[in-house]
């Protein structure tokens, strides 16, 4: 079935270093590969997203990697900022109405 | 202006009630989604509409019905709330299936 593994769970990072976080899907007919913030108390918001025809998508301090033979992508913030503190999420998507999470990664921006 | 807005952001309950969460979205999306968020932060597909039709009924038990009167309103009615509802439910919409915009979700503790 559908599956996306989300690693690692938690991570913490001194300020100004840099955060990875990876992302495992199963099915090979995802095209649409979404990272999401969320923040205490609040919905998941869109900070960055790339289509399975683009290997890397970069917006100032994050960026995201694909590599569609390995069903890998990741998730790279750079000069890390205590408000990037917070719970990412990737997630797959293969147009069918229908977006796939992983995990989870907890994120501690320590200053 | 609030894109993706749910009302209540928190219900306590009794079990064996029966209890509604409404959700409107002013962005003009035809698609719209509610999630369910559990207490380990899991968020896993419950329903998709498109165009008010249901596209996605993701195994979810037969007390939750929802109800998507025109394209910017997609509620949720559970019947008979049992302890293990108890989570975070998230409403979201998108234009066909690209980028999902999150309500702030409602918080549903069953008592």
């Known amino acids: 079935g559908e599956n996306v593994e989300q690693h690692p769970s938690t991570l913490s990072v001194q300020e100004g270093d840099s955060a990875v976080i990876k992302c495992t899907y199963s099915?090979?007919?995802?095209?649409?590969f979404p990272w999401y913030k969320q923040e205490l108390g609040k919905g998941p918001q869109l900070i960055i997203d790339i289509r399975s025809n683009v290997g890397e998508k970069k917006d100032q301090r994050i960026a995201v990697t694909l590599n569609k033979t390995a069903k890998h992508f990741s998730l790279h913030i750079t000069e890390t900022q205590p408000e990037d503190s917070a719970v990412y999420f990737c997630a797959a998507s293969k147009g069918t109405y229908k977006y796939i999470f992983g995990t989870g990664t907890r994120l501690k921006v320590l200053a | 202006d609030t894109a993706v807005s749910q009302t209540p952001k928190y219900l306590v309950t009794q079990m064996g009630n029966d209890k509604s969460i409404k959700c409107e979205q002013n962005l003009g999306h035809d698609t719209m989604y509610w999630y369910k968020q559990d207490s380990k932060k899991f968020l896993k597909i419950m329903f998709s509409?498109?165009?008010?039709?249901?596209?996605i009924n993701e195994t979810v038990p037969n007390r939750f019905s929802p109800k998507s009167p025109d394209k910017a309103h997609l509620n949720l009615h559970i019947n008979s709330l049992e302890l293990g509802d108890s989570a975070v439910y998230f409403c979201?919409?998108?234009?066909?299936?690209?980028?999902?915009?999150f309500g702030q979700g409602t918080r549903l503790t069953v008592v």
């Open positions: 509409y498109n165009n008010k039709e249901l596209i």
């Open positions: 979201a919409s998108s234009q066909d299936t690209g980028e999902a915009f």
């Open positions: 099915d090979s007919a995802s095209n649409y």
